[in-house]
T-cell receptor, first 112, second 119 residues
Framework: NAGVTQTPKFQVLKTGQSMTLQCAQD?????MYWYRQDPGMGLRLIYY???????DKGEVPNGYNVSRLNKREFSLRLESAAPSQTSVYFC???????????FGPGTRLLVL | GENVGLHLPTLSVQEGDNSIINCAYS??????FIWYKQESGKGPQFIID?????DKRQGQRVTVLLNKTVKHLSLQIAATQPGDSAVYFC??????????????????FGQGTILTVHP
């Protein structure tokens, strides 16, 4: 039982490059979330998926897209990376009827 | 423009002391609160939660107190250990309606407090 897993752990991109961050969960949770965490700031919600087949914007969606591939997987895509997207990205999941979110280990992204 | 990171509040304690970490939340409609612990290089880890109809909840070595009058939340850690050194976040949950009538929970996180435990 791995919980929430994220790949890759680290990534360095050049400005303008694209990449997809992967998140998978084996907790059978319906809701999944993508956050970014910047130094001295709390977690900010980028996108979320309340259930399989649905996605919605969070606080800071610009420059990102998401795909809820199935119940287990929720990916975050940067089509054209910018230095402002240098951050640590966390995926989280939540079970229906509960409020607690469970987080993955994070992906550290540096955009040069 | 470039974002300037804010300095996080810090708390330094000696091993064995009790620690109290405070959090002010923003929305009186918040119905559920969580404390997370985040160690360096790791994701946030759930510690303890409390619903808005409670004032106090205890776990193993941790207690959460909720004062709705002043919108204040605190985390008390008893007999603090070096392994407790981390950043601690509070989060408040507000249920919102989505298009179509379903609701979802939205967590809003505080900045965090850095706890350092000295042996």
């Amino acid at each position: 039982n791995a919980g929430v897993t994220q790949t890759p752990k680290f990534q360095v991109l050049k400005t303008g490059q694209s990449m997809t961050l992967q998140c998978a969960q084996d907790m059978n949770h319906n809701s999944m979330y993508w956050y970014r965490q910047d130094p001295g700031m709390g977690l900010r919600l980028i996108y979320y998926s309340a259930s399989e087949g649905t996605t919605d914007k969070g606080e800071v969606p610009n420059g990102y897209n998401v795909s809820r591939l199935n119940k287990r997987e929720f990916s975050l895509r940067l089509e054209s990376a910018a230095p402002s997207q240098t951050s640590v990205y966390f995926c989280a999941t939540r079970s229906s009827g509960q409020e607690t979110q469970y987080f993955g280990p994070g992906t550290r992204l540096l955009v040069l | 423009g470039e974002n300037v990171g804010l300095h996080l509040p810090t708390l330094s304690v000696q091993e064995g002391d009790n620690s109290i970490i405070n959090c002010a939340y923003s929305n009186s409609a918040s119905d559920y609160f969580i404390w997370y612990k985040q160690e360096s290089g790791k994701g946030p880890q759930f510690i303890i939660d409390i619903r808005s109809n409670m004032d106090k909840r205890q776990g193993q070595r941790v207690t959460v107190l909720l004062n709705k009058t002043v919108k204040h939340l605190s985390l008390q850690i008893a007999a603090t250990q070096p392994g407790d050194s981390a950043v601690y976040f509070c989060a408040e949950n507000i249920n919102r309606l989505r298009a179509g009538g379903t609701s979802y929970g939205k967590l809003t996180f505080g900045q965090g407090t850095i706890l350092t435990v000295h042996p």
